[in-house]
């Protein structure tokens, strides 16, 4: 399952492990403000902050050769907590697609 392969590699702040997960032409849509990101950009600004990230209860909903569903509590940098749930369209069984939703949690 490419889930555990990413889940372990964000676990340990494995950046590079983690974006073996993505396809080259990969394309990530922010939620909190509608923006796209490319595979280079994830890796720019993923890469410092992955160590700062605080994901709790981290799960796979879903996940077949076309999909990959996950949903989590992310504490971000700033503090702020967020219920995200992540969704991922697979090609090549590389994630090229990524859209995320997020509903803050009061801390």
């Not at 492990?17 to 595979?39: L, P």
């Not at 709790?56 to 996940?63: N, P």
């Amino acid at each position: 399952m490419l889930f555990n392969k990413f889940n372990e590699a964000f676990d340990k702040g494995d950046i590079v492990g983690a974006a073996e997960c993505f396809h080259e032409d990969m394309q990530m849509t922010m939620h909190s403000n509608g923006t796209s990101m490319n595979k280079q950009e994830w890796l720019l600004r993923f890469a410092p902050m992955m160590d700062k990230l605080k994901r709790k209860k981290v799960r796979c909903l879903y996940e077949n050769e076309d999909l990959l569903v996950t949903h989590s509590f992310i504490t971000f940098p700033n503090g702020s907590c967020e219920a995200v749930i992540w969704v991922g369209i697979k090609r090549d069984g590389l994630i090229v697609s990524v859209e995320t939703g997020s509903t803050p949690i009061p801390n």
